[in-house]
Structures are given as C-alpha cells and as structure tokens.
C-alpha cells in the first residue's frame, strides 16, 4: 500500500488544522492506520491510530484536542486537529500497519509510511 500525506501547513497558536492520509493499492482495510509525529532533534512519536475495526487510540498529549477518522471507501486517514499548541509543531507521518491495535503506537510495527507533512504551530 502507498500512502500520501497533505494537508499541513502554518497556523496560530489555538487555531485548528486537518491532515489527510491518503491511500493506493492494497486492501486498505486490511491495515491500521497511525499517525506519527517527528519534530527536528527529537523521536519520531505516535500521534493517533485507527484500527480496521475503527478502533481509535491517542497519545495522551493530544487526546481530546486531536480527532482521528477513517474512510475505508475513500481510503483516506484524517486527523482533525484543534487548540493547536507551538509544541505540536513536528512533520507529520502516516503509516500503515497489519497488527492488532495494542500494537498501533509502536512505529516497528509499521510497514509502510507516507513522505511525511510539515505543521507548524506559530506562537
């Protein structure tokens, strides 16, 4: 499966921003999705994660501000993002993953991965 990021972009502090995972071949439903986060000189991070059964997991950090969503007939990932924080800046990554859902928030487990999309939080 391929996969393609977009939707980041430049926003103000509390301000909200929508980013799309977008995918190609495979059978889309057949893999968890994720939602990983890398800002420069730190580790790539887990964001959120949606199962193939629309299980949804969060990172604590963002629970309650960020909003994972899947359309398996679209084949695309969204992530809403609200009350955006400057320590939310990072480029943002989408991967997709065969295992179970304790499994989402370990990027290992991940087989295959987006370019990645820049958000920025300006303060």
């Known amino acids: 499966v391929q996969l393609q990021a977009s939707g980041g972009g430049l926003v103000q502090a509390g301000g909200s921003l929508r980013i799309s995972c977008a995918a190609s071949g495979g059978t889309f439903r057949n893999y968890g999705i994720g939602w990983f986060r890398q800002a420069p000189g730190k580790e790539r991070e887990f964001v959120a994660g949606?199962?193939?059964?629309?299980?949804?997991l969060y990172a604590e950090d963002v629970k309650g501000r960020f909003t994972i969503s899947r359309d398996n007939v679209k084949k695309t990932v969204d992530l809403q993002m609200n009350s955006l924080k400057p320590e939310d800046t990072a480029v943002y990554f989408c991967a997709a993953s065969s295992v179970v859902q304790s499994g989402l928030r370990t990027s290992d487990n991940y087989g295959y991965w987006g370019q990645g999309t820049q958000v920025t939080v300006s303060s």
């Open positions: 949606v199962t193939r059964s629309l299980g949804k």
